[in-house]
């Protein structure tokens, strides 16, 4: 199937035709609520009309120019996600993807202390490729440094206590090597689970005062995702360096690294250096500068929070014996499964996974972690919700 198109991963045997708010349709005609907004990207909807409208408008005056030169557009974008982003940053640059923001925020915190090592929390995803492929996955890298993902579930935390001795060394053993720690406020790939506040503060404050530059990788937590603008404000924390993606293009590809230019001060040009075909390009600023502009105009965010109640009911109204935990931040949802009776968690997964695709429901399985995860656009609307409330319980409820 799809023999035109390299493997590169698995595919579902559906061919996508057009989308609209938080609808995709096949090519027979067939349309489902899409759960997973595209890849986690689409946090106002697939086709939006102001960003639609923007991008033509752009694509009739100018789409790409030479890299020596920018644009108006781009100087007011880059003035609209400063100015959205808290903790005031000063100083942005537009790329394309999440892989290759989050690679560029790690080897620009390298490039400004001199240093390799990379610090994350165990399975955080740092991207596809390069260094932060093999930070993610690749054991023996000498530039790579995992530790545990504190979480607490309880309100008197204990992470802190139990793991101070772990902050203790790392910053006696590493802290000469160690260039930036990257945090993903929320590992969304790795279960939607939060890091324990206590800890992750901890750690952020003393690795910055022994000049360990903190990365918040924002690519999926970013733009209302969680509740909040951006994952780090769930944290006391203030990051050197922000990676964002995903909902900043709604669907087109664009990313952005912020930080300041204080921390970039004692770099040469050369070692500033890092040029791309399509980096700062007018059509990638305007898209970037329209999703911001809906967000604050629109107050998404603030429109958001009762919907994300709405859907956190419908999972915890379920009952059933093959769930085995519930997870929820902002618009994220995660459903951990556990095998049950002569049936496999793994094979429980698949069944939920089609049969919601039978019903029309698009979501997200993760084998290696036996979990269902639903993360639909901030945008979902009420009768949306209503129409995933049945399809979820008549889903669940054909198990057995």
Not at 151 to 157: D, L
Not at 220 to 248: L, N, S
Not at 255 to 265: E, F, P, V
Not at 278 to 306: M, N, R, W, Y
């Amino acid at each position: 199937m799809f023999k035109q198109i390299l493997q590169t991963h698995s595919f579902e045997p559906i061919l996508l035709e057009k989308a609209k708010g938080s609808w995709v349709w096949d090519v027979d005609g067939k349309k489902y609520l899409d759960c997973v907004s595209g890849t986690w990207c689409t946090n106002l909807g697939h086709n939006h009309p102001r960003i639609i409208k923007a991008m033509k408008d752009q694509m009739e005056k100018l789409i790409h120019r030479n890299m020596w030169f920018l644009t108006p557009v781009t100087l007011e974008a880059a003035e609209k996600v400063l100015d959205f982003v808290p903790k005031k940053f000063d100083a942005v640059t537009f790329l394309q993807s999440g892989s290759e923001v989050t690679e560029y925020s790690i080897s620009l915190a390298q490039r400004v202390t001199k240093k390799r090592k990379i610090l994350s929390l165990k399975d955080s995803y740092l991207g596809a490729f390069g260094l932060a492929r093999e930070s993610s996955y690749h054991s023996g890298i000498a530039s790579k440094l995992k530790i545990p993902y504190p979480i607490c579930s309880t309100s008197n935390c204990s992470c802190l206590d139990e793991h101070i001795e772990l902050i203790d060394h790392i910053l006696q053993k590493y802290a000469d090597e160690l260039a930036c720690f990257v945090l993903e406020p929320i590992m969304v790939s790795g279960g939607v689970l939060k890091p324990c506040k206590a800890f992750i503060e901890e750690l952020c404050k003393r690795l910055q005062n022994a000049g360990v530059l903190v990365v918040s990788n924002e690519v999926t937590t970013g733009f209302g995702r969680t509740g909040k603008k951006f994952g780090f404000e769930h944290f006391d924390i203030r990051p050197d360096i922000v990676a964002i993606g995903k909902a900043m293009g709604n669907g087109y590809p664009v990313s952005a690294i912020l930080t300041n230019n204080q921390i970039t001060d004692g770099l040469t040009p050369a070692e500033m250096y890092y040029a791309q075909s399509h980096q700062l390009d007018p059509l990638g600023s305007v898209v970037a500068k329209t999703v911001v502009d809906i967000f604050v105009e629109e107050q998404i965010i603030k429109k958001s929070q009762s919907k994300i109640k709405q859907i956190r009911e419908i999972f915890e109204s379920l009952s059933h014996p093959f769930i085995k935990e519930f997870r929820t931040h902002g618009m994220l949802f995660a459903v951990s499964l556990q095998s049950h009776g002569n049936i496999l968690s793994k094979e429980i997964l698949i069944k939920l996974k089609y049969e919601l695709l039978k019903e029309g429901i698009i979501a997200g399985a993760s084998l290696g972690k036996e979990l269902l995860r639903l993360i639909p656009p901030l945008t979902i609307t009420t009768n949306e919700i209503k129409i995933l409330d049945e399809k979820i319980n008549k889903a669940f409820n054909s198990i057995y």
